[in-house]
């Protein structure tokens, strides 16, 4: 009842933040409430500060800042130094808002919460999923490789929970809004101000769905008490931006 109460809490501060941010902040900056709130950026608009590649002290080439937007894969680039970045910084509970869009049609990519480095090989990271996809028009998803609004579709928990079937999308170009509260074990995925997922790590349910899933393999996977945030390199053209966590 506690972590309710908490998540309660923490959703209302987020409704006021919403409110003041009509107001209206310019992209990348935080509204002088969210400020007072504790809210702090994870991308300034300008540069690559606070993020770098899967064991690497750098940014893989592929990543960049392109009129204010942190974009992978910008559209007919051909660099090979391709991979997923991370926050330098870990995070526990908390609060997360972004915003993303893509470029084209068929778009694949993630951000990843929970990530525990040491897992991962590569230049992939392993955590939680907070899948973001073309739904309409991703291959797997026109050919029914993967079923209409499974666990492998937007807004879902990757491999392990799948959305509400109403979730609201915005289309091609245009900007979505995600978020992330995680709260104790309690997790909530939004898609444009709408919760469209909500889970408990490490409930009977989520590590019998884990036990069936790719991640199996990893002890305890996803139930980390922190872990670094990740955006995902898939090969898709997509920009972030509006990047904001509030630790609870």
Not at 5 to 18: E, G, H, M, P, R
Not at 102 to 129: D, F, Q, R
Request: overall charge negative; proline content about 3%; charged content about 25%.
């Amino acid at each position: 009842m506690k972590n309710m109460n908490s998540v309660i809490a923490a959703a209302l501060v987020f409704v006021l933040t919403a409110c003041s941010q009509q107001q209206k902040a310019e992209p990348n900056s935080l509204t002088p409430a969210e400020k007072q709130a504790g809210w702090q950026l994870l991308f300034d608009g300008e540069s690559l500060a606070g993020w770098r590649g899967i064991h690497r002290d750098d940014v893989p080439a592929c990543w960049g800042v392109v009129d204010g937007e942190l974009v992978v894969n910008p559209k007919g680039q051909k660099n090979q130094d391709k991979g997923d970045i991370i926050t330098v910084n870990q995070f526990a509970d908390f609060d997360l808002t972004w915003e993303w869009k893509m470029a084209e049609a068929g778009g694949n990519s993630g951000l990843k919460y929970y990530v525990i480095e040491e897992l991962s090989t590569g230049s992939g990271g392993i955590g939680l999923e907070y899948q973001i996809l073309d739904d309409a028009n991703h291959p797997a998803v026109t050919s029914g490789q993967i079923k209409s609004n499974d666990y492998h579709t937007l807004g879902a928990l990757y491999e392990i929970y799948e959305p509400a079937a109403d979730k609201p999308i915005k289309p091609i170009g245009e900007w979505n809004s995600s978020r992330i509260l995680s709260l104790g074990n309690h997790v909530e995925h939004w898609l444009n101000g709408v919760k469209i997922l909500e889970y408990e790590r490490g409930s009977t349910d989520f590590r019998a769905r884990v036990a069936k899933s790719k991640f199996k393999k990893f002890d305890n996977f996803g139930e980390a008490e922190k872990g670094h945030l990740l955006l995902q390199e898939h090969g898709g053209a997509i920009s972030f931006r509006n990047i904001k966590i509030k630790t609870l």
